[in-house]
């Protein structure tokens, strides 16, 4: 509960494996390998093709892995073709709601590859974007995510981008939504759900 890693409750498990996440410190990867075999997933880079396929291995089970990433490869492939207009369109993923500023999702964050793998473009400029420069959100797409309309209804500066007063933007809901939970999971379970849940309000809003 207090956000130390509990090695004894883990030893009492008595694990086959154990998956972490990459944000382990190195002394605690070695207790945790003490115990048994260990896989971290990656920092950066493709993460859920990489840790699937290194669990996979860990597993015994490299081609079921393989089988795995290649299906949900295809799933975004599938969209791809049903969609061709969202190839290259460029998409500003926002991130929360904080009445100071503005966060974009930045390109190695794992949680925006659901929009490249649909043919999506990042805009040039991402991470925290101040007040004064709202205009770096006004791409041919914004995405809000962790945050409802409603509490964007009162920023002025937001209100007035093209995006918004031409209605292509897409509210994902608060953190505690089903996309919002799919997407931070980036799993070969997850995306496939995440991707029939966006992808028809992602068209939806590009056709207005």
């Known amino acids: 509960d207090d956000g130390v890693l509990n090695l004894e ?6 694990p086959d494996l154990i998956l972490a996440y990459s944000y382990l410190e190195e002394d605690e990867y070695e207790a945790l390998s003490a115990i048994a075999p260990t896989v971290v997933e990656p920092e950066e880079g493709t993460l859920w093709q990489q840790h699937t396929l290194d669990v996979g291995r860990a597993l015994g089970q490299p081609e079921r892995a393989e089988e795995l990433v290649a299906a949900v490869e295809e799933r975004f492939a599938e969209a791809r073709r049903a969609h061709p207009e969202l ?3 460029t998409v500003a993923v926002q991130f929360g709601h904080d009445p100071s500023g503005y966060y974009l999702l930045e390109p190695d964050d794992p949680r925006v590859g659901l929009f490249t793998s649909l043919g999506f473009e990042l805009p ?10 709202v205009e770096l959100l006004d791409q041919d797409l914004i995405v809000v995510v962790g945050a409802e309309e409603d509490d964007l209804a009162a920023d002025e500066l937001f209100q007035q981008l093209d995006a918004v007063r031409e209605g292509r933007v897409v ?8 996309f919002a939970g799919a997407l931070g999971f980036d799993s070969p379970l997850s995306l496939p759900y995440a991707v029939d849940l966006i992808v028809p309000q992602l068209a939806e809003a590009l056709a207005r």
Not at 9 to 14: G, K, N, S, T
Not at 171 to 178: A, E, P, R, S, V
């Open 124 to 133: 040039e400029t991402t991470g925290e974007i101040s007040k004064e420069n």
């Open 171 to 178: 509210y994902t809901g608060g953190f505690d939504t089903d």
């Open 9 to 14: 409750a883990v030893a009492a498990a008595e």
């Open 87 to 89: 190839e290259g369109t």
